[in-house]
């Protein structure tokens, strides 16, 4: 138990009720010297609730005014690496007492064996307990930051996290001021190259979930971001291509009438791509990889993938007919999506 007086615990909490006060007595009964709850704007009803936290041994942050839970995490990290600095790392758990102390428990116990990562405590939303809301929603941003980011995690939205000081400071500086900001978190941890760690945990509900705030559809998006900037890289360098294209054949049309064509193709192409893989490795994937080798890489895959298109419109054409512009179309579409997967996994992939 002595570890658990180096690890601090974070609790955000926003207009909570007595299992608040039953969870701080119950970590302090377990050995956790340092509680931090933020009370993130509650209104004075709520005071009461806070004092006997406050007697219960927790040290109680206060915001004025709600400001969401992103803030309210970043309060308690900023406290601790200034009041705590003799803490190896701290645990951030919900305050409305989905978390068991066992699960948290074992979350520090993980995060000793692995300072390093990021420790999730990670629920089963295949259970028959599990609202519908929560099932669905989890499940969506599962695989939305599995196949757009390539985040594999099965309960993205956990608020059971155990991380070292390092990775507190790293994170202070993450936007996000509400619920987004543990999706950033994860975002973050991709971007720095910071390991993830699954704990299985319980899943308990109480009343249907009524108090959760997760927003499937709008968390979700936030991770559509990468691809965005993809697809606005292609479409912008297909203009350059096109717009190169139209004023080579233009200049060169009357002086050079055999050649005009493939000049023009050859320098469009080459200053569109170019274009292109500056835009992907500073604007979208934000690659460190040497410039050199990432060029490499993506011009390999350029070639490849030409090929690919090539092949495939003659082999779908051979064996089906019809519309060979169609046919590019549906190959090339299916060709972009994997281009994207292989350019964010291998060249211009970050360094673990």
């Not at 926003?14 to 993130?40: A, C, M, Q």
């Not at 993980?110 to 929560?134: T, Y």
Request: some cysteine; aromatic content about 10%.
């Amino acid at each position: 138990m002595a570890y658990r007086k180096k690890l601090s615990v974070i609790i955000p909490s926003l207009s909570p009720d007595e299992r608040l006060t039953t969870l701080v007595k119950e970590l302090r009964t377990h050995g956790f010297e340092y509680i931090v709850v933020v009370n993130d704007g509650s209104s004075e009803e709520y005071d009461a609730i806070f004092a006997r936290v406050q007697q219960a041994g927790a040290v109680v942050l206060r915001h004025m005014v709600n400001q969401g839970k992103g803030r309210a995490l970043k309060t308690a990290f900023h406290y601790i690496l200034e009041h705590l600095d003799h803490c190896v790392g701290a645990v951030t758990i919900d305050s409305d007492g989905q978390h068991a102390v066992q699960d948290i428990i074992h979350c520090c116990e993980a995060l000793l064996e692995h300072p390093d990562a990021l420790v999730m405590g990670c629920r089963n939303f295949k259970q028959e307990n599990v609202p519908f809301k929560s099932s669905f929603g989890n499940i969506l941003t599962s695989k939305v930051m599995h196949l757009m980011v390539g985040i594999k995690i099965s309960d993205t939205q956990t608020g059971l996290r155990a991380m070292s000081m390092e990775h507190m400071r790293t994170f202070l500086s993450v936007s996000g001021e509400r619920f987004e900001y543990e999706t950033n978190m994860l975002l973050c941890c991709k971007d720095k190259g910071i390991a993830i760690e699954e704990v299985s945990i319980q899943t308990i509900y109480y009343e249907g979930n009524k108090s959760t705030h997760f927003r499937p559809l709008q968390d979700s998006l936030l991770v559509y971001g990468l691809f965005l900037r993809f697809i606005v890289a292609s479409l912008s360098s297909a203009a350059i291509d096109l717009g190169l294209f139209a004023l080579g054949a233009f200049l060169l049309k009357s002086v050079m009438p055999a050649y005009y064509i493939v000049i023009s193709t050859v320098f469009a192409r080459v200053i569109s791509s170019l274009y292109n893989f500056f835009v992907n490795r500073q604007g979208v994937f934000k690659s460190e990889s040497g410039l050199a080798k990432t060029m490499v890489k993506y011009y390999t895959l350029a070639v490849v993938q030409m090929s690919l298109s090539a092949f495939g419109v003659w082999a779908v054409f051979g064996m089906l007919g019809g519309s060979e512009t169609l046919i590019k179309i549906l190959v090339d579409t299916v060709l972009f999506l994997i281009s994207f997967q292989i350019q964010r996994e291998w060249v211009f992939k970050k360094k673990d």
